[in-house]
């Protein structure tokens, strides 16, 4: 049987491998779906890609025509300069709100010029401190609510009652309607979701062909055990994948998804990359942190790749640098 491609309703044939190019929709909550791939902000200060609000409505357009809405933000990218600059591009373009999701997060504390009253970096997970953040999000990203509001990092500090108290406050007001976590181990969901009475909606977490912790350390366990989608961030190992020079793992991965590629018909090692992290049974939503177009588009070619058991081994040994027990 040759290979099938479904791109936007057409099936093309590629040797013996089934593929699809749209991007499929994850349902995260009862009134709440989250597209298959993410694009996330972080980069998007201090990227020779963009350099007006005009570059960044074409990123955000491009993502949406190519079937990614959901956009990942925190009140911090850019030393706090992210979600404005996205927010011009927004308020350039305000019907676009409607075909998408807007993710943000909170709690940690920088320190710098835009924050002159932190003596040190710290994480805030006070009822104040996620109120205040949250009025600052939506004024700097032009919107009247935010899709899903996530704890950053884990707070030593954070008293989930309070925690729950503000995701009430937000709710009620209509300024936040769904909420999650980032970076956080499965006792700290655990913790936090025991005192909520809405379902966490994700945890987001580094993974990658780089970076396999969560694999193997309960944190994906977890998500499939409570069907829980986990969005990732850095899918490519935040360039780690191209650039290690001096990095065992990129070295003896780079050959191997380069052969995958050509076998899977994709456009680079990256789309490798990204169909290995969906093909995980925790359905996670890699965040694409790419700030070039072009790539948005090449990304959207890992969807729908039926990724071959023993070549998703193979890729998995490469990046462990032994074979498994
Ligand atoms: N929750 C958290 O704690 C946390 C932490 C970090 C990030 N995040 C989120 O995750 C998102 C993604 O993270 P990330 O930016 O590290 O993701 P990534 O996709 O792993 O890395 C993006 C970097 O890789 C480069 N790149 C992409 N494709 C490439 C290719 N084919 N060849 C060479 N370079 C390539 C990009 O450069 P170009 O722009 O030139 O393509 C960019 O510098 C962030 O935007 C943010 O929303 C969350």
Redesign the pocket.
Same mark, same amino acid.
């Given at each position: 049987m040759g290979l099938a491609v479904y791109d936007a309703g057409n099936i093309r044939n590629f040797g013996n491998i089934a593929m699809k190019s749209q991007v499929a929709r994850r349902k995260m909550a009862a009134d709440l779906e989250f597209s298959q791939l993410? +694009?996330?902000? +972080? #980069? !998007?200060r201090g &990227?020779? =890609?963009v350099s007006d609000a005009d570059d960044v409505l074409r990123l955000i357009e491009t993502a949406l025509d190519h079937g990614i809405t959901t956009f =990942? *933000?925190?009140d911090i990218?850019g030393r706090y300069q992210c979600e404005s600059f996205f927010g011009q591009a927004m308020a350039k373009a305000p019907h676009l709100r409607r075909r998408m999701e807007i993710?943000t997060?909170c709690n940690i504390a920088l320190l710098g010029d835009a924050r002159p009253e932190h003596r040190i970096g710290h994480y805030n997970t006070s009822k104040a401190h996620v109120l205040q953040s949250i009025d600052n999000s939506l004024r700097n990203l032009h919107t009247d609510h935010i899709d899903a509001l %996530?704890l *950053? #990092?884990p707070d030593p500090l954070m008293i989930a009652d309070e925690v729950a108290d503000a995701f009430a406050t937000l709710r009620q007001s209509g300024k936040v309607r769904h909420f999650g976590v &980032?970076?956080f181990t499965p006792s700290q969901f655990d913790l936090l979701q025991s005192r909520l009475d809405q379902p966490l909606m994700t945890n987001?977490?580094?993974c &990658?062909v780089v970076e396999l912790a969560p694999i193997f350390d309960g944190t994906f366990d977890q998500m499939q055990q409570h069907r829980v989608f986990p969005?990732? +961030?850095?899918? !490519?190992?935040?360039? #780690?994948?191209?650039?290690g020079q001096n990095d065992d793992a990129a070295a003896r991965l780079r050959p191997i998804l380069e052969n995958l590629r050509a076998k899977y018909g994709l456009p680079?090692?990256?789309e490798v990359a990204i169909a290995w992290l969906l093909h995980l049974p925790c359905q996670p939503l890699?965040? %694409?942190?790419?700030?070039?177009p072009t #790539?948005i588009i =090449?990304?959207t070619q890992a969807c729908g790749i039926e990724f071959d058991r023993q070549d998703w081994f193979t890729i998995l040994v490469a990046a462990q640098g032994h074979p498994v027990p």
């Amino acid at each position: 049987m040759g290979l099938a491609v479904y791109d936007a309703g057409n099936i093309r044939n590629f040797g013996n491998i089934a593929m699809k190019s749209q991007v499929a929709r994850r349902k995260m909550a009862a009134d709440l779906e989250f597209s298959q791939l993410a +694009w996330g902000a +972080w #980069r !998007l200060r201090g &990227s020779e =890609d963009v350099s007006d609000a005009d570059d960044v409505l074409r990123l955000i357009e491009t993502a949406l025509d190519h079937g990614i809405t959901t956009f =990942d *933000h925190a009140d911090i990218y850019g030393r706090y300069q992210c979600e404005s600059f996205f927010g011009q591009a927004m308020a350039k373009a305000p019907h676009l709100r409607r075909r998408m999701e807007i993710v943000t997060k909170c709690n940690i504390a920088l320190l710098g010029d835009a924050r002159p009253e932190h003596r040190i970096g710290h994480y805030n997970t006070s009822k104040a401190h996620v109120l205040q953040s949250i009025d600052n999000s939506l004024r700097n990203l032009h919107t009247d609510h935010i899709d899903a509001l %996530l704890l *950053h #990092r884990p707070d030593p500090l954070m008293i989930a009652d309070e925690v729950a108290d503000a995701f009430a406050t937000l709710r009620q007001s209509g300024k936040v309607r769904h909420f999650g976590v &980032s970076n956080f181990t499965p006792s700290q969901f655990d913790l936090l979701q025991s005192r909520l009475d809405q379902p966490l909606m994700t945890n987001q977490v580094e993974c &990658s062909v780089v970076e396999l912790a969560p694999i193997f350390d309960g944190t994906f366990d977890q998500m499939q055990q409570h069907r829980v989608f986990p969005m990732i +961030w850095s899918p !490519l190992g935040g360039a #780690r994948l191209f650039s290690g020079q001096n990095d065992d793992a990129a070295a003896r991965l780079r050959p191997i998804l380069e052969n995958l590629r050509a076998k899977y018909g994709l456009p680079g090692v990256a789309e490798v990359a990204i169909a290995w992290l969906l093909h995980l049974p925790c359905q996670p939503l890699p965040v %694409l942190g790419t700030m070039k177009p072009t #790539r948005i588009i =090449d990304a959207t070619q890992a969807c729908g790749i039926e990724f071959d058991r023993q070549d998703w081994f193979t890729i998995l040994v490469a990046a462990q640098g032994h074979p498994v027990p």
